[in-house]
């Protein structure tokens, strides 16, 4: 994937999650395009190991195209969480549909926390 005259490796963390096994597939936006149905019923869980055996790269490119159904448009929900055994955030993005949001946590040695959040709006349409 090539970034700012750097290339990053690529990896389809959905074939690693073997998504085609666990969801069902529906139809995609375009005709011949992968898609599947994602719901809470859905358990995507794999160990970080098995998916980086040698931890998250220092960088790297996150990409996704989604279509809310439902529910899920008013709801609050991690698109992507990493996280300890005992549940401790590692990163996460989080999609909230009733404040319009995307939250991208992270850890860091910089809070008292030990995790850093930002938050993108979309403004209101003029």
Do not use: C
Request: charged share 20%.
């Amino acid at each position: 994937i090539p970034i700012n005259s750097r290339d990053e490796k690529g990896f389809d963390i959905l074939l690693h999650l073997n998504l085609a096994k666990k969801a069902k597939k529906t139809q995609g936006s375009f005709y011949g395009s992968k898609a599947y149905q994602v719901t809470s019923r859905v358990d995507l869980s794999e160990s970080t190991r098995m998916l980086f055996p040698g931890g998250l790269p220092p960088s790297y490119v996150f990409v996704a195209t989604l279509k809310y159904k439902g529910s899920v448009v008013m709801e609050e929900w991690d698109l992507w969480r990493i996280q300890t055994k005992d549940e401790k955030p590692q990163m996460a993005v989080t999609l909230n549909g009733l404040d319009r949001t995307v939250m991208f946590t992270t850890t860091t040695n910089s809070t008292p926390s030990g995790t850093q959040t930002v938050v993108f709006t979309k403004p209101p349409a003029k």
